[in-house]
């Protein structure tokens, strides 16, 4: 799967604070405050709090979240090109994709 | 013993239908790669590109460097749009992949949102969508149309509303004409003001493209042009005439 490098670029190195799973998406809350949602088709894994992002790949309907302690976790995602968001502390816009 | 003729050993009848198969076939297949080939239509297909938005606010698209920051399209969805389209193999500058409702007024990069549109086809063309895609934006960011308005008029049928928000017809600049030679009508000392002029107004030449300013030879005066601010002139697509002095 490749890595989605421009998602990479604005999440790497953020730690994972806390996650809500909510119907039809997942809410990743890091640890500036900053948010990522993804619109997803089935409900996601847990992500334990504390991982650092690594990286992010993506192919078709797949978004696997790499982290630095060695672990990951693939989301399913509803729209290729339209279903990721992260949003800084202040909900300014940082990606759309 | 009678010995059976063997010759020729296929009749001619049975050589005609096959060769006449064989050339059906070719016609067959001539006639597929040409429509593959086939320039796209000046609109998109709607059950293949119905649009698609973000969930994302006015403030949010009027920001300085928004649409740099939201512009993801993969190389899979850009290889997909271009099959569903029936496009297999295109010239460098050919197409434009298109973000129907475009992303600075909140389109997505999602597969709906996405068709090959011709940079060469005429008069409508991805550069004269450009246009009114700069124009939805300011009218949008400064209030005068709703963000959802601009999107479902623009995916909806985006002539319609290049006709609605800058004119009935996009500035042609038709090859075999010199962009200097304006249609003149009427013969006037060079530089007269015109009289429906208004203050930082230039005229443009609706027909080759080009615009005049206030002084120049051909200001107000060709036979088919209007009156508009440069920013929107330029923001049309139109050209400041070669030869004008500025």
Request: include cysteine; proline fraction near 7%.
């Amino acid at each position: 799967m490749p890595r989605n490098q421009k998602l990479t670029a604005v999440i790497k190195g953020r730690a994972v604070q806390s996650t809500t799973r909510e119907t039809g998406k997942l809410v990743i809350v890091f640890d500036d405050r900053s948010t990522m949602t993804v619109k997803t088709a089935e409900i996601a894994a847990a992500i334990s709090p504390g991982v650092k992002i690594k990286a992010v790949l993506e192919s078709g309907y797949e978004c696997a979240l790499e982290f630095e302690d060695g672990s990951s976790i693939t989301i399913q995602i509803i729209d290729p090109g339209a279903s990721v968001a992260v949003r800084d502390r202040n909900n300014a816009i940082e990606y759309l994709g | 013993m009678s010995r059976r003729n063997n010759w020729p050993p296929v009749s001619l009848g049975r050589v005609m239908r096959t060769v006449s198969k064989v050339l059906l076939a070719l016609c067959l297949l001539w006639n597929v790669g040409a429509l593959a080939q086939q320039p796209t239509p000046f609109l998109p297909y709607p059950d293949l590109t119905p649009g698609g938005v973000f969930d994302v606010t006015l403030q949010d698209i009027c920001t300085p460097g928004y649409s740099k920051k939201v512009r993801a399209v993969t190389k899979a969805l850009r290889d997909q749009a271009y099959k569903s389209y029936g496009i297999t193999s295109y010239q460098p500058g050919e197409y434009q992949l298109d973000h129907l409702i475009p992303l600075s007024i909140g389109g997505s990069n999602s597969i709906s949102n996405l068709w090959p549109q011709s940079n060469n086809t005429s008069p409508w063309n991805a550069r004269t969508k450009d246009a009114l895609e700069q124009r939805l934006r300011k009218l949008v960011c400064s209030g005068q149309v709703d963000l959802e308005t601009a999107q479902r008029e623009i995916a909806t049928n985006w002539i319609n509303a290049y006709q609605k928000y800058i004119g009935a017809s996009p500035p042609v600049a038709a090859k075999s004409e010199p962009l200097l030679a304006p249609n003149v009508t009427t013969e006037t000392p060079p530089g007269t003001s015109a009289p429906n002029a208004t203050k930082n107004e230039v005229w443009v030449n609706t027909r080759s493209g080009v615009y005049w300013k206030p002084g120049s030879q051909w200001f107000g005066k060709t036979k088919q042009g209007k009156f508009m601010a440069e920013s929107d002139a330029v923001a049309a697509g139109y050209r400041l005439a070669r030869g004008t002095g500025y």
